[in-house]
């Protein structure tokens, strides 16, 4: 396994648009993290999946945005009518909660670079 | 609610002299702590974490980070810059106990000087 993929890596878009983003998690992994990371900013938790449950979201993610995970593998992020403001990096993040409780760091990959114009 | 404090948005060490990144972290809970290095375009990476064991902890590419409780930091050094080391770096606080979302500092970004 390579770690955890995002695609694509850049998006340009125009302002009022549909994007969406993919990640594919590290196979085992069963958390799934989105984060977004402004320009000269730390990265900021948007939602987390646990399999396909989406088990919490941040008041970050607008009703513009809506992220799914159907089969508790890959996910999506969708922003639906873009804006200037959503310009920023998408990363995903994957990790392993173990039937025992045990839980490990989060991977990143290498995320997904939004600009909207 | 936890929150980090990274000191320091710029930081500029000579090429062989020690780095010194600050990070003092607030919590409720007892904190597990982190260290992520991200590099230009890229995601990040972890470098090293603190979960309850020992408070000297020692990560990767030569750095080593100090957990001290009565101060709230988590402070990441290495003693021996090297241009490779260039990068922009995160200091990161979990619960663990739930969702296990990372908090994250702004970064510091650390420049080596030949």
């Known amino acids: 396994d390579t770690g955890v993929s995002q695609n694509p890596r850049h998006k340009i878009t125009k302002r009022g648009q549909n994007v969406t983003f993919r990640c594919d998690p590290i196979?085992?992994?069963?958390?799934l993290y989105w984060y977004r990371q402004t320009l000269g900013q730390g990265p900021e938790f948007l939602t987390y999946?646990?399999?396909?449950?989406?088990?919490?979201k941040s008041r970050l993610l607008s009703d513009r945005f809506s992220a799914e995970r159907p089969k508790g593998s890959f996910s999506t992020l969708e922003i639906q009518r873009t804006e200037q403001g959503d310009s920023a990096m998408y990363l995903c993040?994957?990790?392993?909660?173990?039937?025992?409780?045990?839980?490990?760091?989060?991977?990143f990959g290498q995320g997904t670079r939004l600009t909207v114009v | 609610a936890q929150s980090v404090t990274q000191l320091g948005s710029h930081v500029s060490v000579s090429e062989g002299a020690l780095v010194l990144l600050r990070c003092n972290y607030s919590?409720?809970?007892?904190?597990?702590l982190f260290w992520y290095v991200q590099y230009p375009n890229q995601g990040l990476q972890l470098l090293l974490k603190?979960?309850?064991?020992?408070?000297l902890v020692k990560g990767i590419n030569g750095f080593e980070a100090e957990f001290k409780k009565s101060e709230t930091s988590f402070h990441l050094t290495k003693p021996s810059a090297h241009m490779s080391d260039a990068a922009e770096y995160f200091c990161?606080?979990?619960?663990?106990?739930?969702?296990?979302?990372?908090?994250f500092g702004q970064g510091t970004r650390l420049t080596i000087n030949p």
């Open positions: 196979s085992e992994h069963n958390r």
């Open positions: 603190y979960t309850s064991a020992a408070t």
């Open positions: 999946f646990q399999n396909e449950a989406q088990l919490e």
């Open positions: 993040a994957s990790s392993l909660l173990s039937s025992a409780g045990r839980k490990a760091e989060a991977f």
């Open positions: 990161a606080v979990s619960d663990f106990g739930g969702a296990q979302k990372l908090v």
């Open positions: 919590s409720s809970v007892p904190p597990y």
